[in-house]
């Protein structure tokens, strides 16, 4: 499952709605009856939260995997009125709603993860995550990625994905827009991945040029591809089309460069391009389905949350509704 599923929280109806497509999420991937009940009891007290204090809120539900290990993200979106105080909206017994104030409280005692971003009067993103207890995650990680993904409103699938694979040291990062909407797009978008797949030892540039003959009998597509590489300390990038790419560092940002055409059809030149690497550097990619306007430095502290918080406020704020919208944000993490 890698696009998210999105249910809109405008009305107490919904929350059901929205527990209901958690549990039977956590049931196919195999949880628990008690980490199944935790589950229940997270989506239903966000789903409350947004009822009560939100305009305008959606929830969204992920699929994680590491190593052995499955789990479910989380997402909460509104724009509503925001948190002064973040750190007292979490103490058990604060309430601006009449309700007894444990339900802030409660989700961070039951999640594995919890993360808070909000600014007064422009609203608040919420991140949790859940793991099953089937499997033991590694620590050993250099990079952490958030990512959303979804169909333009009406269609059943989208024609956008995304992918991203770790071979030696090295991080490789996808975002694919198949021309259009719907199956037709999507399965064009979906052949792209498994080339990538197919090889990972290729070069940016040699992925491309794989992926543009094996893409001529479909629609085509646009599409960008990065390869972190965390002992040189750089990334190799080459983009056909519209995918927007942006490296972030504490003191700097690039935008990385991409060339016109589209892959499986027309291609005027194949192109790497390489870039430095930040230990902590963040690297954002996106389809046209998020407008390119959004600046990073308009949300204070954003670029130190987890990367899920980044991509689900810039979706928020940013999305076009008319098209399929993949944002993926990758967050350097360091030795």
Sequence with gaps: MNESVAITITESSQTGEARRAAIALATRLGFEETQRGKVGIVVTEIANNLVQHAEGGVLLLRVLK?????????????????????????????????????????????????????????????LAHLWSNSATKSAEKTLEIGVICLPKRGEDVSGDTWACEVVNRRSLLLVVDGLGHGPVAASAAILAVRIFTDDLYRSPGAYVEAAHAALRSTRGAVLAIAEIDFEQQSVRFAGIGNIAATIFSFTEHRNLLSHNGTVGHEIGKIQEFSYPWFENGLLIMHSDGLSAKWRLSSYPGLSQKHPSLIAG??????????????????????E
């Design 313 to 334: 406020v810039l979706y928020r704020d940013f999305n076009r509704e008319r098209d399929d919208v993949t944002v993926l944000v990758a967050k350097g993490l360091g």
């Design 66 to 126: 590491q190593d052995l290990a499955v789990g479910i993200e989380v997402l909460s979106l509104d724009k509503g009125s925001g948190m002064v105080n973040v750190d007292e909206c979490l103490q058990d017994g604060f309430s601006t709603a009449g309700t007894s104030g444990n339900g802030m409280g409660a989700i961070r005692r039951l999640s594995n993860l919890f993360e808070i971003y909000s600014i007064p009067n422009q609203g608040t993103a919420l």
